[in-house]
């Protein structure tokens, strides 16, 4: 999958942050880190565009993050709005990622390992 197609649909996503706060390149960094996890949790069979759109939202939520963690960082706090929207992205990006994942995800997408479950069954012992 070519990342670099995607950078657009990520600034559509972060149209509230103006261009010059976040470049291409972040987006990018943003893009191969959740490719990366994407990667790590598909299953085989996931259909491609399912993908492409988890690893848009994701990499999207990463971007509006690192954003709001500096505005914090300059104003103090930041507008209930902001808080609203990453819950927005990381909801849009859960949701993908569910679609196509073999294990199951976290609220704050990250992998359940409390719901994976490792026991052998009694039956495939013998």
């Known amino acids: 999958m070519d990342l670099s197609l995607l950078i657009l649909k990520v600034r559509n996503n972060l149209s509230d942050i103006p261009l010059s706060y976040i470049d291409d ?3 990018l960094n943003d ?3 959740a490719d990366d996890f994407v990667e790590l949790i598909k299953r085989p069979e996931a259909d491609e565009d399912k993908i ?3 690893v848009e939202f994701l990499a999207s939520y990463y971007s509006y993050m690192t954003w709001t963690t500096l505005a914090e960082k300059e ?3 930041i507008p209930y709005s902001t808080i609203q ?3 927005h992205l990381r909801s849009m990006a859960r949701s993908y990622l569910q679609l196509i994942s073999k ?3 976290t ?5 359940d390992l409390a ?3 490792t026991k052998v069954p009694a039956f495939k012992l013998s």
């Open 103 to 105: 294990f199951p995800l």
């Open 31 to 33: 893009l191969r880190r």
């Open 85 to 87: 929207k990453a819950n």
């Open 107 to 111: 609220e704050d997408l990250t992998v």
């Open 75 to 77: 104003l103090g706090q």
């Open 52 to 54: 492409k759109t988890g």
């Open 25 to 27: 390149s972040a987006i």
């Open 115 to 117: 719901k994976i479950d």
